[in-house]
T-cell receptor
Framework: GQSLEQPSEVTAVEGAIVQINCTYQ??????LSWYQQHDGGAPTFLSY????GLEETGRFSSFLSRSDSYGYLLLQELQMKDSASYFC???????????FGQGTELSVKP | EPEVTQTPSHQVTQMGQEVILRCVPI?????FYWYRQILGQKVEFLVS????????KSEIFDDQFSVERPDGSNFTLKIRSTKLEDSAMYFC?????????????FGSGTRLTVV
């Protein structure tokens, strides 16, 4: 089966940098994605890594190490609006099913 | 930006009643999904739908659940006889491809409360 581990909560101050880690176990690997969810609303796609290394999209970057079954989401220049839950996700198989981690609640303090 | 639209946003129903949750996926998307999220927990896969049939379903998606694409635009989730433990946020999602690369687009969800 598949399982993902991420910290339940992280706190940081405005303007800082925060890293949210995710370790996964899968029978087959089709990439690691990150989603943001504000206040129980629609999860919103942030990033995707299929190969090792860093992918940068503005203030957000995502990293993958397939040999370590590990990835992280890096948020720079934190803003209050970044307070949300962040989920890592993998595909369950060659089909479209996404398996989500438990989510990390990020609180950004002034 | 195209959106996935879900109705209603909130639904309260009595245990044992049938509910239908509705979704309008993005028009050129081909793959459709239902997920649910019990309060404070992770988002869980229920079912995927492609080419007018279920392509995969989870253990949660038992005989009480069914999905339909009745008219080529709407995508519905029916729960035949609701139980208290069906109380959750239900999200519809759609995607143009089955790859993760471009992400899936989720609707804002229907909060179902079974009393």
């Amino acid at each position: 089966g598949q399982s993902l581990e991420q910290p339940s909560e992280v706190t940081a101050v405005e303007g800082a940098i925060v890293q949210i880690n995710c370790t996964y176990q899968t029978s087959g690997f089709y990439g690691l994605s990150w989603y943001q969810q504000h206040d129980g609303g629609a999860p919103t796609f942030l990033s995707y890594n299929a190969l090792d290394g860093l992918e940068e999209t503005g203030r957000f970057s995502s990293f993958l190490s397939r040999s370590d079954s590990y990835g992280y989401l890096l948020l720079q220049e934190l803003q209050m609006k970044d307070s949300a839950s962040y989920f890592c996700a993998v595909k369950g198989n060659q089909g479209g099913k996404l398996i989500f981690g438990q989510g990390t609640e990020l609180s950004v303090k002034p | 930006e195209p959106e996935v639209t879900q109705t209603p946003s909130h639904q309260v129903t009595q245990m044992g009643q049938e509910v239908i949750l509705r979704c309008v996926p993005i028009s050129n998307h081909l793959y459709f999904y239902w997920y649910r999220q019990i309060l404070g927990q992770k988002v869980e896969f229920l079912v995927s739908f492609y080419n007018n049939e279920i392509s995969e379903k989870s253990e949660i998606f038992d005989d009480q659940f069914s999905v339909e694409r009745p008219d080529g635009s709407n995508f519905t989730l029916k729960i035949r006889s609701t139980k208290l433990e069906d109380s959750a946020m239900y999200f519809c999602a759609s995607s143009a491809w089955q790859t993760m690369e471009y992400g899936y687009t989720f609707g804002s969800g229907t909060r179902l409360t079974v009393v």
